[in-house]
């Protein structure tokens, strides 16, 4: 399995991007994947996953600005950002899971990608 994340870079404050994560040997739509960073001097977080069902769910601080979704022709996963401020600065990870319900924990993810950098100025 291969998890290959694009689309990351340097926005201002209010800026938008959209991550994608192109997947390998895996399809996309048929198990949980889900999006983590990790800011400078933090720990990495879950920042949103979909289940199978198409079940999104969000942590508080980016509800109503960012968006997953996934293109199962494609194969690929998606992380829509809009309204972005400073503190969603850091490395977007990428994560696939082999059941089809989604966890917030990084250790139930069994697939990663190698990140892909963004930077939000003010």
């Known amino acids: 399995v291969q998890l290959v994340e694009s689309g990351g870079g340097s926005v201002q404050t209010e800026g938008s991007l959209r991550l994608s994560c192109a997947a390998a040997?895996?399809?996309?739509?048929?198990?949980?994947m889900g999006w983590f960073r990790q800011g400078p001097g933090k720990e990495r977080e879950v920042v949103a996953n979909?289940?199978?069902?198409?079940?999104?769910a969000y942590i508080d601080s980016v509800k109503g600005r960012f968006t997953v979704s996934s293109d199962n022709a494609k194969n690929t996963f998606y992380l829509q950002m809009d309204s972005l401020k400073p503190e969603d600065a850091g490395m977007y990870y990428c994560?696939?899971?082999?059941?089809?319900?989604?966890?917030?924990?990084?250790?139930?993810?069994?697939?990663w990608g190698q990140g892909t950098q963004v930077t939000v100025s003010s």
């Open positions: 040997g895996y399809s996309v739509g048929r198990y949980c």
């Open positions: 994560a696939a899971r082999s059941l089809w319900f989604c966890t917030g924990r990084q250790a139930d993810y069994d697939y």
């Open positions: 979909i289940d199978s069902l198409g079940n999104a």
